[in-house]
């Protein structure tokens, strides 16, 4: 490598020229500190310290962080087992007719509700008329030979007994006698049978309930006990629904149902109406109306029906582990309908003094399940709980929680141990988990950031 000799009038103003760069550096620095380009030491680092604010609220200079609570609640929880079930009617007739005839007269609607007794068809009754007067005659006529036996047997009887005949014609006499008698009982018969087939004619409503689809018209022929049922009726009011629960339930439900009837509430998901969505026509050939406006109804309301269990199976189904159960709802209202799909929740006691939060407020990790609990000073303290249950949107504590706590229900995700907080309801501004003034504010943070960060790049160029 060459040795490269260095003048001394060179070497001095290689010296100014590094006492001016040093200058300038301190200059330079000092205008960064009084921008905010560098860091004040009376502020807190950001991040530094859960206390100022968690993982979010460290942004901004130590704030605190804006969450939505609830209060921890002592009330009466039911104790609920979930499931699945399906309404049956109470009881389903396939009316059929009973002789072979012309349908007349149709006496309801499809689709009506009839009563017990209620007239349904009417067949042509002249045929069985006739078959009854007919029945009627044959029995006039062996009532007048019987009527003749008898009076022969009498007379026959005299002269045996004075020994004028022999035994063998006063024997036939008798036989003769009562087999006309026996003859007349089947007359009878004969004639029972004749107005039962012309009632037969007259096809009535076996229970009350409501008709299906008519599968006859007016002058069809229908014939005796055919495959096609002429209509068929349901029993809805009352009404069963059927429902499985877990066998592992068994022992419970047995025990609570011997001290009390088991309720059961039976939800009714209602669907939107048709047409619930209307646009403004377009005419044809034209575009889409932009502007045109959508009418839409109100959201449709689900209903609940209760009902007491009425039925338990006596075996469980090995195959799926499951008991089968029925319960009875008084259905006056016809809002379970045969072969409807229905939420059933059975209730199986009341807790009275269960410890409740919403569902929101509990979290998960790898110790086990806990809240965020808002203290007395306005800081999060984490919880650890055991939960017993959840129903519907709440969960039951077992342990961890006391009446009159307040828990965060929203917003855990920017909250440490200790970190400060503001509480409100969602959607409240700055109070408020997703406020516009909260998001402002974040924004404004983030650009002050990005105009810090574009003053110390122009520094650091101009120091290089």
Request: neutral net charge.
């Amino acid at each position: 490598m060459p040795i490269i000799e260095r003048s001394p009038f060179l070497s001095g103003r290689i010296d100014r020229i590094a006492l001016i760069c040093l200058i300038l550096a301190s200059v330079t620095s000092a205008a960064c500190t009084r921008d905010g380009g560098g860091t004040d030491p009376q502020q807190p680092v950001a991040g530094a310290s859960g206390q100022t604010g968690g993982r979010g609220g460290g942004r901004g200079g130590g704030g605190t962080v804006p969450v939505v609570t609830a209060p921890v609640v002592s009330k009466a929880v039911p104790v609920t087992i979930p499931a699945v079930g399906t309404a049956e009617p109470l009881a389903t007739v396939q009316v059929r007719a009973q002789v072979t005839g012309q349908v007349s007269a149709i006496h309801f609607a499809e689709g009506q509700d009839v009563t017990a007794g209620a007239p349904l068809f009417t067949l042509d009754a002249r045929p069985f008329e006739a078959a009854l007067q007919q029945a009627q005659a044959v029995l006039a006529r062996d009532t007048a030979q019987a009527k003749n036996a008898q009076a022969q047997r009498t007379r026959y009887e005299d002269l045996f007994n004075r020994g004028l005949i022999a035994r063998d014609q006063y024997e036939t006499q008798i036989a003769n006698s009562l087999a006309l008698e026996s003859t007349l009982a089947a007359d009878q018969a004969q004639i029972e049978n004749a107005r039962l087939n012309l009632q037969y004619s007259h096809i009535l409503a076996p229970i009350s309930g409501r008709t299906g689809a008519l599968n006859v018209h007016q002058g069809d022929l229908v014939r005796a006990n055919d495959t096609t049922p002429l209509v068929v009726i349901n029993q809805v009011a009352p009404i069963y629904v059927t429902f499985s629960v877990p066998g592992r339930y068994l022992p419970e439900i047995r025990r609570y149902q011997s001290q009390q009837p088991l309720r059961i509430d039976a939800r009714i998901q209602a669907g939107g109406a048709p047409g619930s969505q209307q646009t403004a026509p377009v005419a044809p050939g034209a575009g889409p109306a932009l502007d045109a406006p959508t009418v839409v109804t109100a959201p449709p309301i689900a209903t609940t029906e209760a009902g007491t269990v009425s039925f338990i199976d006596n075996s469980v189904d090995p195959s799926t582990g499951t008991i089968k159960m029925k319960g009875t709802f008084a259905n006056e209202d016809h809002a379970l309908w045969p072969g409807l799909f229905v939420q059933v929740t059975l209730v199986l006691r009341t807790e009275p003094n269960a410890i409740v939060v919403p569902a929101a407020a509990v979290q998960a990790s790898q110790a086990g399940q806990f809240v965020f609990v808002v203290k007395e000073d306005r800081t999060a303290e984490v919880r650890n709980i055991t939960v017993g249950r959840q129903q519907g949107d709440e969960i039951v504590v077992a342990q961890g929680l006391k009446p009159g706590e307040v828990v965060v229900t929203d917003g855990q995700l920017r909250l440490t141990a200790g970190a400060r907080i503001t509480t409100g309801t969602r959607g409240e501004g700055p109070e408020g988990s997703g406020g516009s003034e909260g998001r402002e504010g974040q924004g404004r943070e983030d650009a002050e950031g990005r105009r810090g960060g574009g003053r110390r790049g122009a520094n650091r160029g101009n120091q290089s």
